[in-house]
């Protein structure tokens, strides 16, 4: 699925190759609605980086990290009819603790190393107030995947544009 700034760069290509433009979604007076959605969370947690082994990434996090990331990915939903929605995730890497049980050696999750973390990312996000626009966070879900020793946190989040 192509990013609205995918689209938007496409429709330029095409619209000087002559060939018709194609529709892009119109989100009112505010054309990066999805941009501004995702530059909003980046900023807004830019305080936990400090917090973290690793680092705060839009879009994308490097494959083989194997350290405490944060990952924003952000899409809009395309409804002309107010108040205009955009649907971000936010993705808290903590990668499991070596434990040794019996003499061997083997991972675990690193709950309370989450639990801090997200303690801190959640007050971040309590923080954010932006006029005309209304955030709710529809849900919270830990996952764990032993395949690269890692546990996420994901937070499942709303946006909603209320005017133009």
């Known amino acids: 699925m192509k990013t609205l700034r995918e689209k938007e760069s496409d429709a330029k ?4 190759n002559g060939t018709p433009t194609p529709s892009i979604p119109d989100y ?3 054309p990066s609605f999805m941009l501004q959605c995702a530059s909003l969370l980046f900023n807004a947690l830019s305080p936990i980086r400090e917090q973290l082994s690793g680092g705060i990434f839009l879009e994308s996090r490097p494959e083989d990290s194997h350290l405490e990331d944060i990952l924003i990915s952000t899409h809009t939903y395309t409804d002309t009819s107010l108040p205009y929605k955009a649907y971000s995730e936010i993705h808290l890497y903590v990668p499991h603790l070596m434990v040794s049980i019996d003499g061997k050696e083997q991972y675990t999750p690193h709950l309370s190393r989450i639990d801090t973390l997200d303690k801190s990312l959640y007050t971040q996000l309590k923080k954010l107030f932006i006029p ?3 955030l709710c966070i529809e849900k919270r879900i830990l996952s764990h995947f032993p395949q690269i020793q890692q546990s996420a946190l994901s937070y499942h989040l709303i946006w909603y544009l209320l005017s133009n």
């Open 13 to 16: 290509d095409k619209s000087k």
């Open 132 to 134: 005309e626009k209304a």
């Open 28 to 30: 009112g007076s505010n």
